[in-house]
């Protein structure tokens, strides 16, 4: 849990692309602690989901970071134990931002037939959860296909009064109710391409605005 008076830390103790310097406020989540944090939630889901074939559905695009390290992590306890599970990956786009905030439609873009799902094991990887209302759409699209198991883990939750009380099965961080971006979060396009989770200011909310 990041309290709501974490402090973060500061940028130049870190390495910051230099295009969005005057962006960020602060470091939140740097590169490192999420990976440590990650590698914990994939011995986690293999302890739990282990035994099955899990298809592994990536939420796109925020999700491609996180989706992909974690399953790096997986793969390494398969490398690695007398159990081993078959991992088969999708992948699904959504679009539900403009600029800062949440609209009330959902699109979902792509991936295979989801009836492929039908008695199959599937984990949902997702970047943030705030209002819920993705996941919980996504959720039952998923369900309609008769899957023997759907696990949702995401890397962030935001604490939110927008939140619908919709929890994942699995939690890297909760976080405070900020605009977070970097490790694939975006606004409005950018600062995928920056490492750490930061706090956007002010400023960058109108620079990069729609
Ligand atoms: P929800 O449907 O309100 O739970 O919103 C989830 C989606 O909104 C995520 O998959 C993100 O694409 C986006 N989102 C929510 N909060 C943030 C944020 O702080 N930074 C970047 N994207 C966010
Ligand atoms: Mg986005």
Redesign the pocket.
């Known amino acids: 849990v990041i309290s709501d008076d974490e402090k973060g830390h500061d940028l130049e103790l870190f390495c910051v692309p230099r295009h969005y310097e005057s962006d960020l406020d602060k470091v939140i989540i740097p590169h490192g602690l999420i990976m440590d944090r990650t590698e914990r939630l994939a011995r986690d889901i293999i302890q739990d989901m282990g035994g099955h074939h899990i298809v592994a559905l990536c ?1 796109l ?3 491609y970071k996180f989706f992909a390290d974690l399953l790096d992590y997986i793969k390494v306890l398969n490398h690695n134990s007398d159990k081993s599970v078959p991992l088969t990956v999708d992948f699904i786009r ?4 403009c600029n ?1 905030k ?1 609209t009330n439609s ?1 699109k979902v873009i792509g991936g295979d037939e989801l009836s492929n799902l039908a008695g199959k094991v599937s984990l949902l990887d ?12 996504l959720l039952s699209l998923l369900n309609e296909c008769n899957p023997k198991m759907v696990k949702v883990v995401s890397l ?1 939750v ?1 604490r939110t009064p ?2 619908s009380g ?1 929890r994942p099965d699995y939690i890297g961080f909760e ?1 405070p109710d ?4 970097g490790y694939a ?3 409005n396009e950018y600062f995928r391409d920056l490492s750490h989770i930061c706090i ?1 200011n002010e400023q960058a909310k109108e620079k990069y605005k729609m």
């Open positions: 939420v695009k925020g999700g959504v679009k539900s931002y800062d949440s959902i997702s970047d943030i959860v705030e209002t819920g209302r993705t996941m919980q759409t962030l935001k927008r939140s919709y976080v900020a605009f977070l971006v979060l975006d606004y956007l």
